[in-house]
Nanobody, 123 residues
Framework: VQLQASGGGLVQAGGSLRLSCAAS????????MGWFRQAPGKERDFVAA????????YYADSVKGRFTISRDNAKNTVYLRMNSLRFEDTAVYYC?????????????????WGQGTQVTVSS
């Protein structure tokens, strides 16, 4: 099982990026998926999560109204659209997949993790 995250990069404050996370090895169409991020010297923090159908979505307060999580089950892929980026959004972003039905905000609820993609926002 592999989660491949991509789409990170360097962007100016106020800019946008879209992260993608493609899963292979098994389908996650029935399970919750999410995004977390980790800045240097800090713990890994929850960013967003989505249920299998997309009907239930959670966001961290710090990204509400700026980030949008979505998924395409046919492609076994989850996305994170990030608008109005701020310097404090700079971090390595990780996608994660659970192996049970539901939508989760705690890292311990997720079984599989991608390798991370760096997002750097210049002020």
């Amino acid at each position: 099982v592999q989660l491949q995250a991509s789409g990170g990069g360097l962007v100016q404050a106020g800019g946008s990026l879209r992260l993608s996370c493609a899963a292979s090895g098994r389908t996650f169409a029935n399970y919750g998926m999410g995004w977390f991020r980790q800045a240097p010297g800090k713990e890994r923090d929850f960013v967003a999560a989505i249920s299998w159908s997309g009907g239930t979505i959670y966001y961290a307060d710090s990204v509400k109204g700026r980030f949008t999580i979505s998924r395409d089950n046919a492609k076994n892929t989850v996305y994170l659209r990030m608008n109005s980026l701020r310097f404090e959004d700079t971090a390595v972003y990780y996608c994660a997949a659970a192996t049970r039905i539901g939508v989760f905000r705690e890292a311990r609820e997720f079984t599989y993790w991608g390798q991370g993609t760096q997002v750097t926002v210049s002020s």
